[in-house]
């Protein structure tokens, strides 16, 4: 499982609550300080915390998964299923972040790659993004109708003083 993603320029919004962490876990913490992780891919630093509770904001989600880089916390992503719960999602964040950025656009990396991976074309995406640059961090939901699937994802650019 590759994680190759391409963080597009949006406006820049303010966060309504510090965008610190994600689960009480430090952006940029190091892989040691998780606890009890199970990795799930012998090439790429992707784990699943052991025992983990899978509900946010209320809402039970099918997954979420942290993304290691350079041995730093940098990337996580919440899977979940069914249009009802994208919505009520995007409620809980708007709630933390405030109101999103419509996108539904064309990602032509992401789409090969899910052509390539799924023997299908990429569906439509419905898609809100948040960003904030002087956090260094930016996230998005979307959810593919076609898939009757969702994810959400956040992006840390992890600077170049190491956290502990």
């Known amino acids: 499982m ?70 730093q916390f940098n990337m996580a992503q919440v899977v979940f299923n069914s249009e009802k719960n994208f919505k009520k999602l995007r409620k809980v964040l708007e709630s933390r972040y405030g109101k999103g950025v419509k996108g539904n656009y064309l990602d032509p990396s992401g789409d090969k790659f899910y052509e390539a991976n799924v023997g299908r074309k990429s569906p439509e995406r419905n898609r809100y993004w948040w960003v904030n640059k002087q956090h260094k961090l930016s996230l998005y939901i979307e959810y593919i109708e076609n898939d009757k699937k969702g994810q959400i994802y956040y992006f840390h650019e992890l600077s170049d003083k190491k956290q502990s």
């Open 2 to 71: 590759k994680a190759s993603h391409r963080i597009y320029k949006t406006t820049s919004l303010a966060f309504q609550n510090e965008p610190d962490s994600f689960r009480g876990n430090k952006w940029g913490s190091r892989l040691e300080t998780f606890g009890e992780l199970e990795k799930l891919d012998d090439e790429y630093p992707i784990y699943k915390k052991v025992d983990e509770e899978l509900t946010m904001g209320g809402v039970q989600v099918e997954s979420i998964v942290y993304f290691f880089k350079n041995d």
